[in-house]
């Protein structure tokens, strides 16, 4: 089976926010087959159980599969982590960036769309991945540095820490970002 690419945006972004579309154009340039789903935005939409049915979609159609490289950012790797548990789905490779759990006090938006994100069993992701990569920094303007290095800590098999790159998003200069082609 080939493998493929998927790269999961965050909360109240798109597949054409931040470093999204720089890194699909680099994985389609290298005639990679690639994925970027358009999770349901906003209070009221994203919810684990609306982006969970987007997901299935491509579980259903073999798409997803333990041939799949997945970047996720921001609340996508919390996501990501509870998903593959709960469906005890294996993949190849996981690249969390700005990755958290169980964190609230971004503002009451955030922390309404991201609750039902969060996980006890947080560890267990490594049971469906061997190879686990977080990038966090050590300013980001959303979700401290201690509560990205715990998720990293808990479950990482390569920890990366990027000095000063907020929430290595656009806001933050992270159009692009190439540090992330090392982990194709």
Not at 79 to 106: M, S
Not at 143 to 148: A, G, I, T
Request: net charge negative; proline share 4%; glycine share 4%.
């Amino acid at each position: 089976m080939k493998q493929n690419y998927f790269i999961i945006h965050g909360s109240f972004a798109s597949p054409f926010s931040n470093w999204i579309p720089w890194l699909r154009c680099e994985l389609e340039k290298k005639d990679l087959e690639v994925y970027t789903p358009d999770f349901p935005s906003g209070v009221g939409f994203q919810t684990y159980e609306n982006w969970s049915k987007l997901l299935k979609t491509y579980v259903d159609a073999k798409i997803l599969t333990e041939n799949t490289t997945i970047f996720a950012h921001s609340i996508a790797p919390v996501f990501i982590a509870k998903f593959l548990i709960e469906n005890k789905l294996k993949v190849k490779k996981l690249v969390f960036v700005c990755g958290f759990n169980n964190y609230l006090g971004i503002n009451q938006e955030y922390d309404t769309v991201n609750k039902s994100m969060y996980l006890d069993n947080l560890e267990e992701v490594k049971n469906y991945c061997n190879d686990i990569v977080c990038y966090y920094t050590d300013n980001d303007p959303y979700v401290k540095y201690e509560v990205e290095k715990a998720f990293a800590d808990a479950v990482a098999t390569k920890q990366k820490l990027i000095p000063n790159g907020g929430h290595l998003n656009s806001e933050s200069g992270y159009q692009e970002f190439s540090e992330l082609l090392t982990e194709i």
